[in-house]
């Protein structure tokens, strides 16, 4: 299974956007890239996902480079509730299988 | 809409004695799926139904690890017995279809540690 690189850990302030970086450089040409987020004594919630193409959606924007091989996850404004563990996550188009990384926690400061 | 449940939110056993773990999907998802995090690892698949039957199970860990899903319905994972290395949370996930755009929905975990 392809996997993801993370950094370990982020800060960031209240009101300003956060950009949340992921290396995959083993990913296949059919694998999705999904993202998750924890909160403290939560299960993992969904936060995005894609394949070739940029998206956005109301909670965040996911910026794929033109060779996939990595992504950033961009939350335009963070707020004290964005504190969370970000799970960037491959998932081969063949199976359900979400394959998660070590997750970079992300702390906001007000 | 309920989301995913799961019974107990913690368990403390002894090595060696058995546990059983029980997931409630969102009605109507016949998608279950079971993951879990050991101490310091990474959240790890275990298997996945389609209604009742197992679709994959490849991250299943051993023989001592049985999970199942009576009626399509709820799934309960069992674990007999429990050694050390099983401590740590099991989450269970559910999406109506199947499929790379499918959001999978989480439940909380449940905290398992063995003694």
């Known amino acids: 299974d392809a996997k993801t690189t993370q950094p370990n850990s982020m800060e960031s302030n209240e009101e300003e956007p956060v950009h949340l970086p992921c290396n995959h450089s083993t990913i296949s040409g059919t694998d999705y890239i999904h993202w998750y987020r924890q909160l403290p004594s939560q299960g993992p919630e969904y936060v995005i996902h894609?394949?070739?193409s940029n998206v956005n959606n109301r909670m965040a924007s996911l910026a794929i480079a033109e060779d996939r091989k990595s992504s950033t996850l961009i939350l335009h404004r963070a707020t004290l509730r964005d504190a969370a563990v970000y799970y960037c996550i491959l998932r081969p188009y063949n199976t359900d299988k979400l394959i998660f990384g070590t997750g970079t926690r992300l702390q906001v400061f007000p | 809409e309920a989301g995913v449940t799961q019974f107990p939110s913690h368990s403390v056993i002894e090595k060696g004695q058995t546990v059983t773990l029980r997931c409630d999907p969102i009605?109507?998802?016949?998608?279950l799926y079971w993951y879990r995090r050991v101490m310091g690892k990474e959240i790890k698949f275990l298997l996945h139904?389609?209604?009742?039957?197992?679709?994959?199970e490849s991250g299943m860990p051993n023989n001592r690890f049985l999970a199942e899903r009576t009626g399509g319905t709820y799934s309960t994972l069992k674990v007999q017995p429990a050694e050390l290395e099983d401590s740590g949370v099991y989450f269970c996930a559910s999406s109506r279809k199947r499929g790379g755009f499918e959001t999978q929905y989480f439940g909380p975990g449940t905290r398992l540690l063995v003694l």
């Open positions: 139904f389609v209604k009742e039957s197992k679709q994959d």
């Open positions: 894609g394949l070739t």
């Open positions: 009605s109507g998802h016949d998608n």
